[in-house]
């Protein structure tokens, strides 16, 4: 969970030191800063630094909701065993978890830069963004080496000339028109009545496909089915002793076997992926 969020750190707003994970929150017009580090029991610790104490459930909700608290690994872990490729992957990681997403619209943002290019060009071109267009944080809350600014809201967003981050037009417009949308209905991430629904929902966005949707109901709206088929980190874990990797159909037809977990399988296949990448030629789309 820690390696994950760490490698998508937007500079300003989140930091991993150590095996604590530090960022800046913002409720309403209040902002302040969290941290969360592993503690014995299979517990985490929280600490929480905001002004106004009447919030402090809806920020534990998100700690949860990031953190994949309420999920059962045993169960998850047992189902995907069944399938011979993925048990070794369990078992060499047994209790991982699908890390979730503090804010939607960040998650979103998130994944709009991240597309056809590499999770590190991702994190460093939202951390331009954070300068340019985020709110800084007050001095009173910024007591975290690393922490200096808020992500930008909706409304800044929508407003700011990203293209002199130098972002392709279409990935700006795509951006800029989805600020558009959280600003004019800030339900616009709300879980739907199931996963079919919410990827329609997400997909009738400007800039989001199919990849793009799942990955955002797999980490806000904690959809525990997402799976974007058509991830090259997925397909390379997935390839043969050959090096041959599967369609993005033909590995959904293998993943119906996965069903209700597949969020998890990936999760297991990304990790696999990373832990042994193919060489490539060119930046290819990784999970944002």
């Not at 600490?47 to 104490?53: K, S």
């Not at 690994?73 to 060499?92: E, K, Q, T, Y």
């Not at 951390?127 to 709110?135: F, I, N, T």
Request: charge should be positive; proline fraction near 8%; glycine fraction near 6%.
């Amino acid at each position: 969970m820690l390696s994950f969020l760490a490698a998508r750190a937007i500079p300003g707003v989140e930091v991993v030191a150590g095996d604590i994970y530090r960022r800046t929150i913002a409720i309403g017009a209040n902002s302040g800063v969290i941290s969360v580090a592993p503690a014995d029991k299979n517990r985490v610790d929280v600490a929480i630094r905001f002004p106004d104490i009447a919030v402090l459930p809806q920020i534990i909700a998100r700690v949860r909701r990031v953190f994949d608290l309420a999920a059962d690994p045993d169960r998850i872990g047992a189902h995907l065993s069944l399938d011979p490729m993925l048990a070794p992957l369990v078992a060499a990681r047994p209790g991982l978890r699908v890390p979730g997403a503090w804010d939607g619209f960040e998650l979103a943002v998130r994944a709009i830069f991240g597309q056809q290019i590499t999770v590190l060009a991702a994190t460093r071109l939202l951390g331009r963004l954070v300068q340019d267009h985020g709110a800084r944080l007050p001095a009173t809350a910024s007591d975290y080496e690393g922490l200096s600014h808020l992500f930008p809201s909706p409304s800044r967003i929508a407003k700011a000339d990203l293209a002199a981050l130098g972002m392709p037009g279409a990935r700006a417009l795509a951006v800029t028109s989805l600020a558009r949308a959280m600003a004019a209905d800030p339900a616009l991430f709300s879980r739907g009545a199931g996963l079919d629904e919410a990827i329609a929902k997400l997909r009738a966005l400007p800039g989001i496909g199919e990849w793009t949707a799942q990955y955002i109901a797999m980490r806000e709206l904690r959809e525990p089915d997402a799976f974007p088929a058509d991830d090259v980190g997925l397909l390379r874990a997935m390839a043969d002793r050959d090096g041959v990797r599967p369609s993005p159909s033909e590995l959904l037809a293998r993943a119906e076997a996965w069903r209700p977990w597949r969020a998890y399988a990936a999760l297991h296949l990304w990790v696999a992926s990373i832990a042994s990448p193919a060489p490539t030629k060119k930046p290819e789309r990784e999970a944002a």
